[in-house]
């Protein structure tokens, strides 16, 4: 029998869009003084993600997208890059490529090792997530945890708050309407070639939501 715990990334690096924004004109100058700066300095990741800044707040999100691609491809290792590009994607309608970024944010929490985001046809994003077979153990032993194995983490109250404040972080990125509703953290782990992954780790996407489809249900249901 399949079992899972329902649950409703920390604070971010650095603020994408900041609270205030100048009005009109002068976020027009500066959005195009970034643009000739991100020209003559195409490597610089400061200058980059200023440009991706201003260019998601005049509705350039294209604009940004390509600034945080090209901040990913000089250093790929900016798990917040990544989470920015799954919301720009998921606001422009690519979910899949939205998915796939959001997914990755997910799992820069140290206790997350895989996660899978669903959403296709349905009203808002819930997700499955797995922990970390090898590090959410030594996170919990740290924590003074004494039940190390899967089934118990997945539900003990110090894994369940840290895994919630990840999700939170991802969702702060997103309106009220658009963030991950619920999730369920599986009692189980995913290995390589399995139902759920391929040999080289990539998710069996249409196996797991068929396998876990009660559970899938079950949290839109939950909603309902």
């Known amino acids: 029998m399949l079992m899972a715990a329902t649950f409703v990334l920390s604070t971010p690096d650095r603020a994408f869009a900041q609270n205030s924004k100048p009005d009109g004109g002068a976020l027009e100058q500066q959005y195009d003084a970034a643009f000739q700066d991100m020209l003559k300095q195409p490597a610089n990741l400061d200058v980059l993600f200023k440009f991706a800044t201003l260019a998601s707040q005049t509705g350039d999100l294209e604009g940004a997208v390509s600034a945080l691609e090209r901040m990913l491809l000089i250093d790929p290792n900016l798990p917040r890059v990544r989470l920015e590009l799954g919301v720009l994607y998921y606001r422009l309608g690519s979910y899949e490529v939205a998915r796939t970024y959001i997914e990755a944010a997910l799992k ?116 309902a």
Not at 125 to 144: I, K, R, S
Not at 146 to 154: G, H, M, Q, V, Y
Not at 183 to 199: G, I, M, N, Q, R
């Open 108 to 223: 820069a929490s140290a206790l997350i090792g895989q996660a899978c985001v669903i959403g296709d046809g349905r009203p808002y994003l819930t997700a499955l997530l797995v922990l970390d077979p090898e590090v959410a153990p030594v996170w919990a032993a740290g924590q003074g945890i004494e039940d190390l194995s899967l089934d118990a983490l997945a539900v003990n109250p110090k894994v369940v708050a840290q895994i919630q404040a990840d999700v939170d972080h991802v969702n702060e990125r997103f309106s009220q309407v658009e963030g991950i509703k619920r999730f369920k953290v599986l009692h189980e782990e995913w290995l390589a070639d399995s139902e759920e992954l391929t040999p080289t780790m990539k998710l069996r996407r249409k196996l797991v939501n068929e396998k876990y489809k009660m559970l899938i249900d079950g949290m839109y249901a939950e909603a």
